[in-house]
């Protein structure tokens, strides 16, 4: 069986008037979140978790939470979710 020709190609280079420049990379230096972030980030997935143990727990307990009914649910993973998108940008 006759071996296969192997080709010989050259590294990748990108175009240099396509790279950014030191300025755009001090620009998007990851700066620390300030010290309240973090705080409010727990806060709010803890009290979306409370929120929705309670609503399991004691629905009554609450004034208006037997008024939203089902819209409990909603409060409870909207407190959630804000808590998760600020961990996704914490730095």
Known sequence: MPKSRVRKKTPYTPP???MPTARMAEKRA???SPTWYPIVMVGLLLLGLIYIVVNYLAPDSLPGMRDLGNWNF???FGLLI???LMAVRWK
């Open 16 to 18: 240099t008037d396509v």
């Open 30 to 32: 990851a700066t620390p």
């Open 82 to 84: 804000g808590g998760l």
């Open 74 to 76: 909603a409060v409870g």
